[in-house]
């Protein structure tokens, strides 16, 4: 039971890496979001903030021509194979972009050097079609996740190390918000060695997105980071995620479920309250 709650949450930091350039443009005619609270993202757990800094557990953003190009306090974990993720504000995040490339890594400002955390993000006509990442937790090296669309928005990913994992799909519903993805992993077939999906079996790996309000998302710009990337694919704001592994008797070994109570400030979710 312990062995698959961590493959589900290693599906889950496999996930948060992929991105879509394309919901930047509806935010261009509103304010961009200048910082938020990490209880609101899906940050790895456990994890615990600094409490002698100022603004314990806010991150902070800073934008150039409209995109952003550095965030305040960010997370990092000491030992791979016993994580204890703190989140700081000496722990920045600068992104670069090149023509058809985002990269974004991790900086310790106190310390003076960099993480060996890095995320490429690789474009095709303004659209995401690779995104490669490496960190200290991933032991067996860097990932490759590639991305599909239909409609503008996107419907499956495909993760790989040396050769494909897992295939995670998502679903909207009728309010262009993401309901669901569910996840399973890729199976070898013993006669020729070629992996195959199993739609037809009940292993598989589901994020609910929940209790929606009809209002602004100010997190379209900030899909590029992992945490905030679910929040970025909806037009608004879900207040409940809940994440359940069935087994092979369709079962449910896993079920951790957020809730949240927005502040509203002028209207909209104020998400540094």
Not at 90 to 109: L, M, N, Q
Not at 150 to 174: A, D, M, V
Not at 214 to 223: A, G, H, Q, R, T
């Amino acid at each position: 039971m312990k062995v698959k709650s961590s493959i589900f949450l290693l599906m889950l930091s496999f996930s948060l890496i992929l991105v879509s350039c394309n919901n930047e443009s509806s935010n261009e005619d509103r304010e961009d979001i200048l910082k938020y609270k990490t209880m609101y993202m899906e940050f790895r757990e456990p994890y615990q903030w600094v409490t002698n800094e100022p603004e314990p557990g806010m991150v902070n953003l800073e934008y150039y021509n409209g995109k952003i190009i550095r965030k305040n306090g960010d997370i990092a974990e000491s030992d791979p194979f016993f994580p204890l993720y703190i989140i700081s504000k000496e722990i920045y995040t600068p992104v670069v972009y090149e023509e058809d490339k985002i990269t974004i890594t991790k900086e310790f400002a106190t310390l003076g050097y960099s993480s060996d955390y890095k995320k490429e993000i690789f474009l095709n006509n303004n659209q995401i079609e690779k995104i490669v990442k490496y960190d200290q937790s991933q032991i067996f090296g860097a990932d490759t996740t590639f991305v599909y669309y239909e409609n503008g928005r996107i419907s499956k990913t495909i993760k790989r190390l040396n050769t494909p994992l897992n295939e995670s799909k998502y679903f909207y519903n009728t309010n262009n918000n993401l309901d669901s993805i569910v996840m399973r992993y890729y199976k070898i077939n013993p006669v020729n060695n070629s992996l195959y999906i199993d739609y037809n079996s009940k292993i598989r790996e589901v994020i609910v997105f929940s209790n929606y309000d009809n209002l602004y998302n100010p997190f379209k710009k900030l899909i590029i980071f992992d945490e905030s990337y679910f929040r970025a694919l909806s037009e608004n704001n879900y207040a409940k995620i809940s994440y359940q592994g069935y087994d092979s008797d369709g079962n449910v070994y896993l079920n951790r479920v957020k809730n949240w109570t927005f502040i509203l400030n002028n209207g909209e979710v104020d998400f540094s309250q």
